[in-house]
């Protein structure tokens, strides 16, 4: 999937510098999907339990996808140092080492986390309730990752720089909403906010060294909206799976 370049008026002028430009960035924050509606009532405590596991399940796609793309991206890196740095993603989600405790990645976190609202292992596992609107999208995803130039695809995962906000909204909302939702289901959310500010940390100094015009640094911004888009697609389908 490439993602089209459009031509602005604006173009032919410098670039911003480093810091105008990641200001550039962080302000699409404001298309982040923290303020899709059905996360908003989500946080507010509106959900009810079919829901919540609707929302659980179709996301678990979501996870399985990350080391995949992870992967993909990885591959595409000509230079090991980057290697090193992409490759603990990776491992952050399908686990390492002995796979106990924390090393056993945010995938088994997330499937603790099914399991506490009620969705048995297998049939998680089975991806039997995840609809195609969020199938779509996420594969889309994985597709652009393994074609784009690695550091385009770097670039499309600095929604990362928007997650910890969306991870401690659910902390902080979720015991008291939903008590029923058994608490150590909640560690994948705690566990996300340090490793996405670790991540974005190698992101930006790829996605800040790289586009350095200021069409290329538009075209930066056209790719971070791609993957905000897939963000709030998924969840546009997973209301409607959960009416």
Not at 70 to 79: F, G, K, Q, R, V
Not at 80 to 108: N, P, T, V, Y
């Amino acid at each position: 999937m490439d993602i089209a370049r459009t031509l602005r008026t604006d173009d032919h002028l410098p670039a911003w510098t480093p810091a105008e430009f990641e200001d550039q960035l962080r302000n699409k924050g404001r298309a982040y999907h923290i303020h899709h509606p059905f996360n908003v009532r989500m946080n507010a405590g509106g959900c009810t339990p079919d829901e919540i596991r609707c929302w659980v399940a179709n996301r678990f796609y979501y996870q399985i996808c990350i080391p995949r793309k992870d992967a993909a991206i990885l591959a595409n890196m000509p230079d090991r140092e980057h290697r090193r740095k992409w490759i603990d993603r990776i491992l952050d989600h399908d686990g390492h080492g002995d796979h106990q405790g924390s090393a056993a990645g945010g995938i088994e976190a997330w499937t603790r986390l099914g399991e506490a609202v009620g969705i048995p292992r297998d049939e998680l596992w089975s991806l039997q309730g995840v609809v195609p609107g969020v199938r779509f999208a996420c594969d889309a995803y994985v597709n652009f990752a393994a074609r784009a130039p690695w550091q385009e695809a770097v670039c499309s995962s600095l929604t990362e720089m928007f997650a910890p906000q969306i991870h401690k909204d659910r902390l902080a909302t979720w015991p008291t909403h939903y008590p029923w939702i058994e608490a150590e289901g909640l560690a994948y959310f705690r566990s996300r906010i340090p490793l996405a500010s670790r991540d974005v940390e190698h992101g930006l100094q790829v996605t800040l060294h790289h586009f350095t015009t200021r069409a290329g640094q538009h075209h930066a911004l056209d790719i971070l909206q791609f993957k905000l888009d897939i963000l709030w697609t998924m969840l546009d389908a997973i209301e409607r799976a959960a009416q």
